[in-house]
């Protein structure tokens, strides 16, 4: 198995340029081992990006050097699948706890017998987001993080859940014409 190193040095000011470049590198789904080393699946997409980063690197008057590695061993393999695996689980943890979140809203909702198209079309774009949310996270999940199946479970809850309370709000609905 290999994988892309990126190393860089950038000057500390401007501090968003900076920032920007960390967010970049984090949402491609890269693990730092330590400032300034990031670390990403060998993929062509990932070379392409890394080669445009390079770029930006420059512009901002930085250095950076790419490089295709692999591990000394399987135990170093192992270490470095498992900063992947804990970075995406982190993401899954933060994930299922807004899913717990749009139930409550749900629950809450059902409690209040507040049952309308408003509410049902807000709580629709919950869903949505969360979708969206699952679908980023596993697109950066490359080596099968212990949470992704939590996730998707959970997900399918909250998919069911919408459902059940659309069901209410339509027979609500209709009731009161």
């Known amino acids: 198995m290999s994988w892309l190193l990126l190393t860089y040095k950038v000057p500390p000011e401007p501090p968003k340029r900076r920032v920007a470049l960390w967010r970049k590198l984090k949402g491609m789904g890269g693990i730092y081992l330590q400032n300034g080393v990031c670390l990403l699946p060998k993929t062509d997409d990932h070379v392409r990006q890394l080669k445009m980063l390079e770029n930006e690197i420059f512009e901002m008057k930085g250095d950076s050097v790419i490089l295709e590695t692999v591990a000394l061993d399987p135990s170093q393999e192992e270490k470095v699948i498992a900063?992947?695996?804990?970075?995406?689980?982190?993401?899954?943890e933060e994930f299922l706890d807004k899913c717990k979140d749009f139930e409550g809203?749900?629950?809450k909702e059902v409690a209040a017998n507040h049952f309308t198209y408003a509410e049902l079309e807000e709580n629709d774009v919950d869903l949505k987001k969360l979708q969206n949310w699952l679908e980023?996270?596993?697109?950066?999940?490359f080596y099968g993080a212990t949470l992704?199946?939590?996730a998707q479970k959970r997900l399918s809850d909250c998919e069911t859940l919408l459902?059940?309370?659309a069901h209410q709000v339509f027979d609500a609905q209709s009731e009161n014409r």
Do not use: N, Q
């Not at 900063?83 to 899954?92: G, L, V, W």
């Not at 980023?136 to 999940?141: A, E, N, P, S």
């Open 83 to 92: 900063r992947f695996k804990a970075d995406r689980d982190e993401e899954y």
């Open 136 to 141: 980023k996270i596993r697109k950066l999940d």
């Open 163 to 165: 459902d059940v309370y």
């Open 105 to 107: 809203e749900i629950a």
């Open 148 to 150: 992704a199946s939590d």
